[in-house]
């Protein structure tokens, strides 16, 4: 293995809202996820998988499938349950020129690691004044919706995008997921990539086979509209996408916001579409309290109020731990909570 191999091939990046040609295979998030891996180990040997049960069982979600087989066991590494570890390796690699994708089993299981990423990995750039970088992925399922037990359904984003030195990107479609995480291993600073696991195989859609890239730090806007912008990300942006379809029934115009990265923020397209609409709802699953979705009202208030015709309004989880199966659909935001704070927001 040559850690300091350099490659000379790019694949072309695609536009904002590429659409993937109809031959293309129909994917899930999680075989787009296993697919992005497969095309970057291929094209690049410095880049290793590790975690718990990447290897012989594929990933608890199955998104590592096949790889341990296609590349050996140098390349994707099962390692103990120690997620302090698996991220202070990483780290180690990244510095001495190869591209680790490590994977921590469940966002509940990366307080451990917490102290390797924030403290080493965000920070090594610029406490070597840019003598090191450390060009990392993190992946973690993450989010609720699957009636998991304790641990297993944390959604605490807003906890990476408060530290500097780490970007932090949230797909919502198998398109974005191959193309963004396909960017992700190729950026030179460490990456947060969180995979709602309540959509791993929820929906099927066409995924180009070949290498494609989408770039980190440009939201989406998968559907257009002219009263209120809903503002997502991740599993929610389907719940937007559910209730602007509802909403549409009544004659009201929705336009979707796919934030796709939360640091670097795409600033402009979510302040473009507020100022356009006048109006607007931000949904995350995560507790309310000082969520990523605060800092959006902030930052619309900042640079829209005078454009604004009512009060910018959140649809959030609760500030609770994530409850058991039984109560976790009355936690997490749905599309009837959706509609009502649309109409509240159009009635003010």
Same mark, same amino acid.
């Given at each position: 293995?040559?850690?300091?191999?350099?490659?000379?091939?790019?694949?072309?990046?695609?536009?904002?809202?590429?659409?993937?040609?109809?031959?293309?295979?129909?994917l899930?998030?999680?075989?787009?996820?296993?697919?992005?891996?497969?095309?970057?180990?291929?094209?690049?040997?410095?880049?290793?998988?590790?975690?718990?049960?990447?290897?012989?069982?594929?990933?608890?979600?199955?998104?590592?499938?096949?790889?341990?087989?296609?590349?050996?066991?140098?390349?994707?590494?099962?390692?103990?349950?120690?997620?302090?570890?698996?991220?202070?390796?990483?780290?180690g690699?990244?510095?001495?020129?190869?591209?680790?994708?490590?994977?921590?089993?469940?966002?509940?299981?990366?307080?451990?690691?917490?102290?390797?990423?924030?403290?080493?990995?965000?920070?090594?750039?610029?406490?070597?004044?840019?003598r090191?970088?450390?060009?990392?992925?993190?992946?973690?399922?993450?989010?609720?919706?699957?009636?998991?037990?304790?641990?297993?359904?944390?959604?605490?984003?807003?906890?990476? /995008?408060?530290?500097? #030195?780490?970007? *932090? &990107? %949230?797909?919502?479609? $198998?398109?974005? !997921?191959k193309?963004?995480?396909?960017?992700?291993?190729?950026?030179?600073?460490?990456?947060?990539?969180?995979?709602?696991?309540r959509?791993?195989?929820?929906f099927?859609?066409?995924?180009?086979?070949?290498?494609?890239?989408?770039?980190?730090?440009?939201?989406?806007?998968?559907?257009?509209?002219?009263?209120?912008?809903?503002?997502?990300?991740?599993?929610m942006?389907?719940?937007?996408?559910?209730?602007?379809?509802?909403?549409?029934?009544?004659?009201?115009?929705?336009?979707?916001?796919?934030?796709?990265t939360?640091?670097?923020?795409?600033?402009?397209?979510?302040?473009?579409? /507020?100022?356009?609409? #006048?109006?607007? *709802? &931000? %949904?995350?699953?995560? $507790?309310?309290? !000082?969520?990523?979705?605060?800092?959006?009202?902030?930052?619309?208030?900042?640079?829209?109020?005078?454009?604004?015709e009512?009060?910018?309004?959140?649809?959030?989880?609760?500030d609770?731990?994530?409850?058991?199966?039984?109560?976790?659909?009355?936690?997490?935001?749905?599309?009837?909570?959706?509609?009502?704070?649309?109409?509240?927001?159009?009635?003010?």
């Amino acid at each position: 293995m040559n850690a300091g191999r350099p490659l000379h091939t790019r694949e072309p990046e695609h536009g904002l809202h590429a659409v993937a040609p109809a031959a293309s295979p129909k994917l899930t998030i999680a075989q787009a996820v296993c697919g992005a891996l497969a095309s970057e180990m291929e094209r690049d040997e410095r880049i290793i998988v590790l975690g718990e049960d990447v290897g012989i069982n594929g990933g608890v979600f199955r998104a590592t499938d096949g790889l341990l087989a296609q590349f050996g066991p140098e390349r994707v590494m099962d390692t103990p349950l120690a997620e302090g570890a698996i991220i202070g390796v990483s780290v180690g690699l990244a510095v001495t020129g190869f591209r680790p994708v490590a994977e921590i089993q469940f966002m509940g299981f990366v307080y451990p690691a917490v102290n390797q990423i924030l403290a080493h990995a965000a920070r090594m750039r610029n406490r070597t004044r840019g003598r090191l970088q450390v060009p990392m992925v993190i992946r973690m399922p993450y989010g609720g919706g699957i009636h998991a037990p304790e641990s297993h359904s944390e959604s605490y984003e807003a906890l990476f /995008v408060h530290s500097p #030195g780490i970007k *932090v &990107v %949230v797909p919502s479609n $198998p398109y974005d !997921a191959k193309g963004l995480l396909i960017s992700a291993i190729r950026d030179e600073d460490p990456v947060m990539f969180l995979e709602p696991k309540r959509i791993y195989r929820a929906f099927r859609e066409p995924v180009p086979d070949e290498s494609y890239t989408v770039p980190i730090g440009t939201a989406a806007v998968p559907r257009t509209g002219g009263d209120v912008t809903l503002i997502a990300w991740g599993a929610m942006v389907r719940i937007c996408l559910d209730a602007a379809a509802a909403l549409e029934k009544d004659g009201v115009s929705v336009e979707v916001v796919d934030l796709r990265t939360l640091n670097p923020l795409d600033r402009d397209t979510l302040i473009e579409s /507020v100022v356009k609409t #006048g109006r607007a *709802v &931000v %949904v995350h699953e995560a $507790p309310r309290t !000082a969520g990523v979705g605060a800092e959006i009202v902030a930052l619309i208030n900042e640079h829209a109020l005078l454009q604004l015709e009512a009060p910018v309004s959140r649809v959030t989880g609760f500030d609770t731990v994530m409850p058991y199966a039984r109560l976790e659909e009355h936690y997490l935001p749905n599309r009837d909570r959706v509609v009502a704070a649309v109409r509240n927001v159009l009635e003010f």
